[in-house]
C-alpha cells in the first residue's frame, strides 16, 4: 500500500507543527528561555532557521 507512509509523514507533520506551537506559546508567557526553545526547535525540525528568525529568538 503505496499510502501508508504519506500517512506516516502527515501524522509526523502535524506532531511537529504542535510541539512548535507549544513552544512558541511556552516563550511568549515567559515560562521558557529563548535560548532554549531554540535548540529544542533545531532538533526537532528542519526548518527550524526559519522559524528562530521569524520569531526572533536568535
Do not use: F, H, W
Not at 26 to 34: D, F, I, L, N, S
Request: aromatic letters at 0%; glycine letters at 6%.
Amino acid at each position: 500500500m503505496a499510502g501508508t507512509e504519506r500517512r506516516r509523514e502527515i501524522s509526523r507533520l502535524r506532531a511537529r507543527r504542535k510541539k512548535t506551537i507549544n513552544l512558541l506559546q511556552r516563550v511568549k508567557a515567559g515560562t521558557m528561555e529563548k535560548t532554549e526553545a531554540a535548540r529544542k526547535l533545531r532538533k526537532l525540525t528542519p526548518g527550524a532557521d526559519v522559524i528562530i528568525k521569524r520569531e526572533g529568538l536568535a
